[in-house]
Each structure stands twice: as structure tokens, then as C-alpha cells.
């Protein structure tokens, strides 16, 4: 089992930047592939960022590709999603996942994501 939870949701005005945070716990952090969803209401579930277990790899959604950056520290056990240029069309839940390092190259459909926290609200003011 790993134990995923995220933090630093919150209101931002358009053109503003949040960070959020994911806090994993359990089994080896090392051993899985992480990646950041998010949902909006009355929309289906839809990728944002992942990174591989080593860090070297990094995937984005077209829509935040040069807003967002995702990073990840072993020692912490984290993962960081940077969200800078927010847009009110980014409004939404979002939620940390992990799945098994194997799985990257799926990492985009949530349905290979394992693990997932209970999410954290981003509201962008327009």
C-alpha cells in the first residue's frame, strides 16, 4: 500500500502561481512512477504531469505544458507539482497518484494509476 497526500490547494487570481504537494508514505517511493490529475466540475478526470521513479522523466498535459512543472525528492518522499501562469480554466481537484515504475509509459489514462490521495481544491479567480 502507499499513502498519498496532497496540500497547498487553494484561491489564486489569474497569472498566479500555487505549489502543490504530495506526501507519500509506505511502500517504496522509489518504485513508482508519479502523476498529477486533476478534475473540474462536471468534467471527467484528466491528466496533468508525471515523472518517472528516477525523476529523469517528466510528461505534461498540452494545456499546462510551460505553466507546470512537476519534480519529485526520494529523500522527502514527495512530489511537487509547480503551477506558475494559472488560468481560470485550471480550476479543479487536484490529485496526486502512483503507480508502478513499469506503467510509465501509460502513466496519461488514470486507470493505470494504483494509488491515489484524496485530492486538493485549486480555484483560479478570473
Known amino acids: 500500500q502507499v499513502q498519498l497526500v496532497e496540500s497547498g490547494g487553494g484561491l489564486v487570481q489569474t497569472g498566479g502561481s500555487l505549489g502543490l504537494s504530495c506526501a507519500a508514505s509506505?511502500?517504496?517511493?522509489?518504485?513508482?512512477?508519479m502523476g498529477w490529475f486533476r478534475q473540474a466540475p462536471g468534467k471527467e478526470r484528466e491528466f496533468v504531469a508525471a515523472?518517472?521513479?528516477?525523476?529523469?522523466?517528466?510528461l505534461y498535459a498540452d494545456s499546462v505544458k510551460g505553466r507546470f512543472t512537476i519534480s519529485r525528492d526520494g529523500a522527502k518522499s514527495s512530489v511537487t507539482l509547480q503551477m506558475n501562469g494559472l488560468k481560470p480554466e485550471d480550476t479543479a481537484v487536484y490529485y496526486c497518484?502512483?503507480?508502478?515504475?513499469?506503467?510509465?509509459?501509460?502513466?496519461?489514462?488514470?486507470?493505470?494509476?494504483?494509488?491515489w490521495g484524496k485530492g486538493t481544491l485549486v480555484t483560479v479567480s478570473s
Open positions: 497518484a502512483a503507480t508502478y515504475y513499469t506503467n510509465y509509459g501509460n502513466i496519461r489514462r488514470s486507470h493505470v494509476m494504483e494509488y
Open positions: 509506505g511502500r517504496a517511493f522509489s518504485s513508482y512512477a
Open positions: 515523472i518517472d521513479w528516477a525523476g529523469v522523466s517528466t
